[in-house]
């Protein structure tokens, strides 16, 4: 749990992620005004239930969207300087849209996780 923290606590918090942390695990989410609902999913790091130790998901991939491709940089490299492996500098992909900027890399379980942007206002891929 402590690698976890580690990790997800040194780019959560940039996109305006809360921590609570007890002894059912870490619990990251996004402020919710009273009366309103989530607009986005919170992302939750728990004990496994069956007390086995946490694997990372075969297939799965978990992506937090950034405000733009600056942030995506610096939230890449502060995820990596926290542990995280890299997977794919943040760039801009053929595979995706013209304006799909992103960085992939692995928590220190192994789960892939990818920072994105989507921002119609900056460069395009092939500016």
Do not use: C, W
């Amino acid at each position: 749990m402590g690698l976890a923290k580690q990790f997800y606590s040194a780019f959560l918090p940039s996109l305006g992620y809360g921590l609570k942390e007890g002894a059912e695990g870490l619990s990251y989410a996004l402020p919710v005004e009273e009366g309103q609902f989530p607009a986005l999913p919170d992302f939750y790091v728990k004990p496994t239930f069956d007390g086995l130790p946490a694997s990372a998901g075969n297939g799965a991939m978990i992506a937090f969207q950034a405000r733009n491709q600056r942030q995506v940089r610096a939230l890449h490299s502060a995820a990596l300087a926290a542990g995280g492996l890299d997977e794919g500098a943040p760039d801009f992909r053929a595979s995706y849209g013209p304006h799909f900027y992103v960085g992939y890399l692995r928590d220190p379980q192994g789960n892939k996780i990818a920072l994105f942007s989507s921002d119609p206002t900056e460069l395009k891929r092939g500016d």
